[in-house]
C-alpha cells in the first residue's frame, strides 16, 4: 500500500455535470500528477502540480483543472462532462528531489458518466 | 514528443514458464523508464525503475528489466512465473517520476 489515498472511489455523473475528485498524497512528497485511464488503455497524463502551481499539462482541455492545497493534497475538477470523460482517474504523489523521484500512484477514482 | 510501444497486447505462458514482456521507448533525451503492474480495478504498482547506472535492474516479485539504449528497449523479465503475476503491465518513460508516457499495457494470463 503506497499511501496515497483518493475519494471517492466510483462515482455516477451525468453529462454536462460537473465532478470534483481528491488525492490525499503520501506524507512528505510535494508534487501530485493526474492521469486518465480509459478503458484498455494506458494512463495519460492531465497535469501536475508543484507546490501549489501547476507544473506540467497534457493534451486535455481547460474543462480539466486542478488545485494543490498547502498540505500537498490535490482535486482534479471536471467541468462540462463529456461520455468519454468515463475512466479511471488516477493520483500520483513525488518527493521531487532532482534526481529521479518514483512516483506512488492510489487506487484511482472510477468515473462514469451517462 | 515522447511515446512508448508495447508491442503485446496479450501474452499467455504456464505457469513456471518464464515470461519477456517488450517495451520500446521514444524520448528526446536520457530516459527515466519504469514498469508498473494493475490488477483489475486497483491502481498502479511500481516493479522497478532505471535511472542511470547498471542497465540491468532487479525489482519486486523477481522481476527484472534490461535497458538497451541502442535498441531503446526496456524489456521486463521474470524467470519462472506465477499464477500471482496474472495482471496488467505497463511500461512508462519520463524525464523523472514527474510527468510520465505510458505504452497501452500488456495483459498477462497465467495457465495453471
Known amino acids: 500500500e503506497t499511501g496515497v489515498t483518493q475519494s471517492p472511489t466510483h462515482l455516477i455523473k451525468t453529462r454536462g455535470q460537473q465532478v470534483t475528485l481528491r488525492c490525499s498524497s503520501q506524507s512528505g512528497h510535494n508534487t501530485v500528477s493526474w492521469y486518465q485511464q480509459a478503458l484498455g488503455q494506458g494512463p495519460q497524463f492531465i497535469f501536475q502540480y508543484y507546490r501549489e502551481e501547476e507544473n506540467g499539462r497534457g493534451n486535455f482541455p481547460p474543462r480539466f483543472s486542478g488545485l494543490q492545497f498547502p498540505n500537498y493534497s490535490s482535486e482534479l475538477n471536471v467541468n462540462a462532462l463529456e461520455l468519454d470523460d468515463s475512466a479511471l482517474y488516477l493520483c500520483?504523489?513525488?518527493?521531487?528531489?532532482?534526481?529521479?523521484?518514483?512516483?506512488?500512484f492510489g487506487q484511482g477514482t472510477r468515473l462514469t458518466v451517462v | 514528443a515522447q511515446s512508448v510501444t508495447q508491442p503485446d497486447i496479450h501474452i499467455t505462458v504456464s505457469e513456471g514458464a518464464s515470461l519477456e514482456l517488450r517495451c520500446n521507448y521514444s524520448y528526446g533525451a536520457t530516459p527515466y523508464l519504469f514498469w508498473y503492474v494493475q490488477s483489475p480495478g486497483q491502481g498502479l504498482q511500481l516493479l522497478l525503475k532505471y535511472f542511470s547506472g547498471d542497465t540491468l535492474v532487479q525489482g519486486i516479485k523477481g522481476f527484472e528489466a534490461e535497458f538497451k539504449r541502442s535498441q531503446s528497449s526496456f524489456n521486463l523479465r521474470k524467470p519462472s512465473v506465477h499464477w500471482s503475476d496474472a495482471a496488467e503491465y505497463f511500461c512508462?518513460?519520463?524525464?523523472?517520476?514527474?510527468?510520465?508516457?505510458f505504452g497501452s499495457g500488456t495483459q498477462l494470463t497465467v495457465l495453471p
Open positions: 512508462a518513460v519520463g524525464g523523472s517520476a514527474r510527468q510520465l508516457t
Open positions: 500520483a504523489s513525488s518527493l521531487r528531489t532532482g534526481s529521479g523521484d518514483e512516483a506512488f
